[in-house]
């Protein structure tokens, strides 16, 4: 198993229950690697300083919300170079056409339109990479990654075909709930670390205050019902992330706040989140201020990683023709 998430701003709501959560509840039953996405991050412009100590934070975040680095591989991805060369490899076997076709890439494009350049557009292989390189047979993601997952399987159905039985085919793992949760000021638009409106988006490290009043700041609808539907997308929002707080399904959080206002109902969201957040921030304070604890998880993390990924790159060099020497 495979995922990563970028050290590219305060992690939201959205990359723990699209993500993170996910990989605690398979870290037991896989062989798991993940990585925090320093070379994607760099794909947008990103300050130096801040870029390292997010690395660190994210390591830290990782452990507090249950990673047990015995069980998986929690490293840097910059430190195993092999995601680069298997990148430069893959890169040969894509074409242009379907990278312009990404709707990240179209995105990331229009908000970012005086910086589109090659690694933006590149992205989707450097994932691919990512993931072949452990030969993953799963990679939890939230929906917005579900694409990139898509095209990680054609890349490595390519390279089989090509070169011989050498990938295995990779499918994304995405939960009933969690895996899409909105912007709180426009529940059209996903919410993401890197928006511009703070109070867009329920950052892991908001304090109960803050989550509270961002969810009784939340666009909803002229409507005083609270019920799941296409057409309120806001509430929609809202009660898709109850019942990833919660832990129940849609219709049992439905249930829970039938008849109730919606003042009421934003507050209740608010809480349980506050509820499940706080343990989580005592201990990624904790375990952020042990520096030497978090190199050293980090360094065996990435030679672990490294071990792994040399085997794959190795063979996929040999296929391919690359000169090893004897
Ligand atoms: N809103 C979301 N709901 C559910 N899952 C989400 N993920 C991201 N946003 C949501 C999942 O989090 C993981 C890590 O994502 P990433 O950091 O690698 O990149 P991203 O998908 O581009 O996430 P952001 O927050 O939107 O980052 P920026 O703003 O930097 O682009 C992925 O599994 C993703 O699906």
Known sequence: MYSAVQPSGNLTIGNYTG???NWVAFQNDYDCYFAIANMHAITVRQEPAQLRSRT???????LACGLDADKCALYVQSQVPQHAELTWVLNSLTYV???QRMTQFKDKCARHADNINMGLMDYPVLMA???LLYLADYVPVGVDQKQHVEIARDIALRFNNRYSETFRI???LILKTGAKIMSLQDPSKKMSKSDENPNACVFLADDRDTVIRKFRRAVTDSDNRVVFSEE???ISNLLGIYAAFAGVGIEEA????AGVGYGEFKTAVGETVADVLAPIQAEQK????????LNGILKSGAERAYKAARKTLSKVYRKVGFFQGD
Not at 56 to 62: G, H, P
Not at 254 to 257: I, V
């Open 254 to 257: 439905e249930k829970t706040f």
């Open 170 to 172: 990779p499918e994304p």
């Open 97 to 99: 056409g379907e990278m």
């Open 19 to 21: 993500s993170i959560r």
């Open 56 to 62: 660190l934070e994210l390591a830290a975040w990782y």
């Open 232 to 234: 309120k997308q806001g």
């Open 129 to 131: 990479a990512d993931i």
């Open 286 to 293: 904790r375990i952020l201020a042990d520096k030497d604890y």
